[in-house]
């Protein structure tokens, strides 16, 4: 048996003597007193008993015998700014920034949202809280107030960091507003709105809730915070994630799970060492930015870079197709994660950049995110000459659920699929309809996860254990197994691929959207009687959002100016509501949409027709021609 298929099947028949051993990795308080409880599935708890924190493991046990090595490289090409954190600097400011929630009120347990760009103030509040033991929720800085206050009501944070802006291609987005309506929208208000103040944006205080950042800094300058110590199956944080519904779901984590599964996905997956830099272009706003820009690289006592900005744009503001590299080469980047998307803009630069720069220290570069594909897959291996290594997983698993482990032996990738299953996971492919397993090579079914879970993986929904088993663990008939709803195939070596998935979620440049949350937004227009959204294959950002709206009044029918301008409005709204990101790339108006006989819309359909497929069995349909007026939209 290879080495890997060893080392897999003991985590999977002896989970226990396994995980005990990964412990290892990180530094406990108290030890666990048990290592796996997983006697009321699905839910699993890890290293029960045992005490620890994750601040303390990624910042102050690396202090002794690397204080002074950098621990947070700050790179922002929107501000043109540059800054190094050494561990000992990284220490003092997240002391500081505890000290400053501290006095907020912020206590164990509480939450604090984190409504941030990417810059370094961001990291500090995360592991300020891990180290006081509130649960940061950290919401990505693109979303707009609609977003924003579900979360906000959903998460009930005492205080809220945030900033005066993010910016992106040299475009200042001001956060105060955004913030201002989705306090206002929500029926819960924070306590106490902390502001970092970057001088982008003018921002309007609230006397008695808002507090300027730099004031109460500058009061706790030499504060000294020790770490809280928590039990392993303490909540660390919460992140919202999109599924089927309209309303986001909060993935919940623990702590010493996490802080396990990190480590070890550190060491055994993107082979990153102690000293090193690590190199993810993702953002804290998901959950890659959490697992692999904060908490995984600090945990090895990696360098981290956090980086703002465009990859097409450099430090002094001037395109610059080459800025990534450079960082490369600069920090000697041994290992480097980014997704697909960001790749298939880097191929409409000059290939040459990639030759320019010495990039001898990277050792390898992980994408992950989408479904990678091949033209794009092989046009960075060849320009960097470095191993590419696709890895699947989503916000609930927290770390790669199929890859392969290079750090316990070097395997070889298949363009096209991410890998096989990584240690602690049991895939398994069943049939849609009757959960059966299809053990056959190039059967397809759904890829789902069978209990216990590994470390790391959610605990359950926020504040919703009844959702977390009815959503993840009840989808498949006959069986209280963990649904990923993606589609997948196994082939004869056991690799695996993904084939997209089997719920309404459209993936655009990586990113997850709920058509629902969409086509909420948009019924919310006065002049909108109906609408579906659906994800259409995109040559760039993988998918992007399409609507079809029934209007109320015909106009945008018949008159190109009509649907114009309700088109326009349209996606202001959806912008304004969640963000720009969620923006359907078009938006078409028809007299009806295709719906089953008991009313149900046919959005794969639709789909499948967008993107010049069969839309296939179209008998349980109640008005063919809706979906043959869209097929003549589309001509
Ligand atoms: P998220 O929770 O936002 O990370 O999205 C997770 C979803 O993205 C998965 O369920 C897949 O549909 C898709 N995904 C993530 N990584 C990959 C990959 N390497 N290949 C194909 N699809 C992926």
């Known amino acids: 048996m290879s080495r890997y298929a060893d080392f897999y099947r003991q985590s999977i028949d002896e989970p226990e003597a396994f995980w005990a051993e990964q412990a290892r990795l990180i530094d406990w308080e108290t030890p666990a007193a048990q290592v796996l409880d997983a006697s009321k599935p699905p839910f699993t708890r ?42 000992r600097e990284l220490h003092d400011e997240v002391q500081r920034t505890a000290a400053s929630l501290i006095a907020l009120g912020v206590g164990r347990g509480d939450r604090v949202l984190v409504y941030m760009p990417m810059i370094p103030e961001a990291a500090f509040a995360m ?21 924003l206050a579900s979360r906000i009501e959903d998460a ?55 507090h300027l950042a730099a004031a109460l800094l500058a009061q706790h300058r030499d504060a000294e915070v020790p770490c809280t110590w928590l039990e392993s199956t303490e ?135 989408e479904p990678l594909d091949e033209p794009t897959g092989r046009w960075i291996a060849d320009g960097l000459g470095v191993p590419i290594i696709d890895n699947y997983w989503q916000t609930e698993s927290g770390w790669p659920i199929l890859t392969v482990a ?45 209990g216990p879970t590994p470390p790391g993986f959610m605990q ?10 009815d959503t993840y663990w009840k989808s498949v008939p006959g069986k209280l197994v963990y649904s990923t709803f993606d589609w997948g195939i196994r082939d004869e070596d056991g690799y695996y691929y993904i084939l997209g998935r089997t719920d309404d979620v ?13 086509e909420e937004s948009i019924s919310g227009h006065p002049n909108v009687a109906e609408v579906a959204v659906v994800g259409v294959a995109d040559d760039l950002k993988g998918q992007v959002a399409m609507a079809f709206v029934v209007p109320k009044d015909g106009a945008a029918l018949t008159d190109a100016a009509a649907a114009l301008a309700l088109e326009g409005e349209i996606m202001q709204r959806v912008a304004g509501d969640l963000g720009a990101l969620a923006r359907p790339a078009r938006v078409r108006f028809v007299g009806a949409l295709p719906k089953t006989r008991s009313g149900k819309l046919l959005r794969r359909a639709i789909q499948a027709v967008c993107e010049r497929r069969d839309p296939g069995d179209l008998t349980t349909m109640d008005d063919p021609a809706a979906l043959q007026q869209i097929r003549h939209l589309l001509a």
């Open 46 to 87: 890890w290293f029960v008993g045992g005490r620890t924190n994750l601040c303390h493991n990624a910042v102050d046990r690396h202090l002794a015998a690397r204080g002074d090595q950098p621990a947070l490289v700050f790179v922002s090409t929107e501000t043109g700014v540059e800054r190094n954190y050494s561990f």
């Open 127 to 147: 592991l300020a809280c891990a180290r006081i033991g509130a649960i940061h929720c950290v919401v990505f800085g693109g979303f707009a107030s609609g977003s």
């Open 156 to 210: 009930t944070p005492k205080l809220i960091v945030s900033a005066d802006a993010g910016s992106r291609g040299g475009k200042v987005l001001a956060y105060k507003p955004l913030l201002d309506e989705a306090i206002r929208l929500s029926a819960h208000k924070p306590d106490a709105v902390l502001l970092v103040d970057r001088g982008l944006a003018p921002m309007a205080l609230t006397e008695g809730r808002d």
């Open 235 to 369: 909540i660390s944080y919460t992140i919202y994630t999109s599924g089927t519904t309209g309303r986001p779901k909060g993935v919940q984590r623990d702590t010493g799970g996490y802080a396990v599964a990190l480590a070890a996905s550190m060491k055994h997956i993107f082979d990153g060492r102690a000293g090193e830099t690590y190199f993810s272009t993702s953002d804290i706003g998901w959950v890659v930015g959490h697992s692999y820009i904060v908490y995984g690289p600090l945990i090895a006592g990696m360098a981290t870079i956090m980086y703002e900005g465009l990859p097409t744009r450099g430090l002094d503001r001037q395109p610059d197709g080459g800025i990534w590299w450079r960082l490369v080469e600069k920090y000697k980047v041994t290992v480097m994660f980014s997704a697909p998307t960001a790749v298939r803009v880097l191929k409409k630069q000059d290939p040459a950049l990639l030759k320019k720069y010495d990039l001898s220290s990277l050792r390898a570069l992980f994408l992950a995110g």
């Open 406 to 450: 290079n750090g316990v032996e070097p395997m070889p990738s298949k363009f096209g699929s991410p890998g096989i299953p990584m240690y602690g996971y049991k895939v398994k492919i069943l049939h849609e309809a009757t959960g059966e397993e299809l053990t056959g090579a190039n059967e397809k079914g759904v890829v789902a996860i069978e």
């Open 460 to 469: 359950t929904v926020w504040r919703d254990d009844a959702r977390f088993v």
């Open 506 to 518: 459209i993936n655009v440049a990586g990113h997850r959207l709920g058509s629902r949350e969409i």
